[in-house]
């Protein structure tokens, strides 16, 4: 793991960390993880963390209706 990982790490166990806490993940020195509601955007932990559209939503509504076949 390089430094990046490491970082990425203490990032998303500092956002479990104060959601677990108060209920709210977002905390000084951490990514903002915006309440949404609808799905339509997403918190994507990777190289960078930030909050971007999810692009997939169409084929998470496919593959709701093609459960329990």
């Known amino acids: 793991y ?19 806490r108060c209920g709210d ?7 903002a993880w915006e309440a949404t509601g609808d799905g339509t955007r997403v918190l994507e932990l990777g190289e960078s963390v930030h909050m971007r559209e999810e692009r997939y939503l ?8 093609m459960q329990g076949y």
């Not at 390089?2 to 677990?20: C, M, N, P, T």
């Not at 993940?25 to 990514?31: F, H, I, R, S, T």
């Not at 169409?58 to 209706?65: C, E, K, S, T, V």
């Open 2 to 20: 390089g430094e990046r990982d490491h970082e990425a790490a203490k990032q998303i166990a500092g956002a479990l960390v104060s959601f677990a």
């Open 58 to 65: 169409p084929l998470y509504a496919i593959l709701d209706r």
């Open 25 to 31: 993940p977002n905390g000084e020195g951490l990514p």
